[in-house]
């Protein structure tokens, strides 16, 4: 796995994930020509889709739930700095983890982290 450090969010380092890949998207408009050939215009080539999993406690969720509220975030990832849109906060609360002394939990949660 990589370093602590190798995520961050608005300057924020982030708990260890428990799972991370990114992917790079081409935004290209696809059209058909009469004779059946594809006519492609390509916008970009490479946009940042990162995925994240994380398990955390309740003080995190909450971070969590702030920066999904934010219009757009600053990922730093490797040293460099993209402008994402973090969505898809979804928590998920681990059986019997609201137990445990001073957190109202333990929380699986996901985010997708796309570049503007």
């Known amino acids: 796995m990589l370093g602590r450090q190798f995520l961050k969010i608005n300057n924020v380092i982030l708990p260890r994930?428990?799972?991370?890949?990114?992917?790079l998207e081409a935004v290209e408009s696809i059209?058909?020509?009469?004779?059946?050939?594809?006519?492609?215009?390509?916008?970009?080539?490479?946009?940042?889709?990162?995925?994240?999993?994380?398990?955390?406690?309740?003080?995190?969720?909450?971070?969590?739930?702030?920066?999904?509220?934010?219009?757009?975030?600053?990922v730093n990832y490797r040293n460099v700095d993209?402008?994402?849109r973090a969505r898809g906060f979804a928590p998920q609360?681990?059986?019997?983890?609201?137990?445990?002394?001073?957190t109202d939990g333990l929380w699986k949660i996901s985010l997708t982290l796309?570049?503007?």
Do not use: M, P
């Not at 609360?93 to 001073?102: H, M, P, T, V």
């Open 93 to 102: 609360l681990i059986e019997d983890s609201e137990n445990i002394e001073g």
């Open 31 to 74: 059209n058909q020509s009469e004779a059946g050939t594809d006519l492609v215009v390509t916008t970009r080539l490479d946009k940042h889709i990162f995925k994240a999993d994380w398990t955390v406690s309740s003080f995190w969720l909450d971070k969590f739930e702030a920066i999904c509220k934010e219009k757009t975030v600053v």
């Open 114 to 116: 796309t570049e503007v």
């Open 17 to 23: 994930t428990t799972g991370f890949d990114f992917e």
């Open 82 to 84: 993209y402008t994402c």
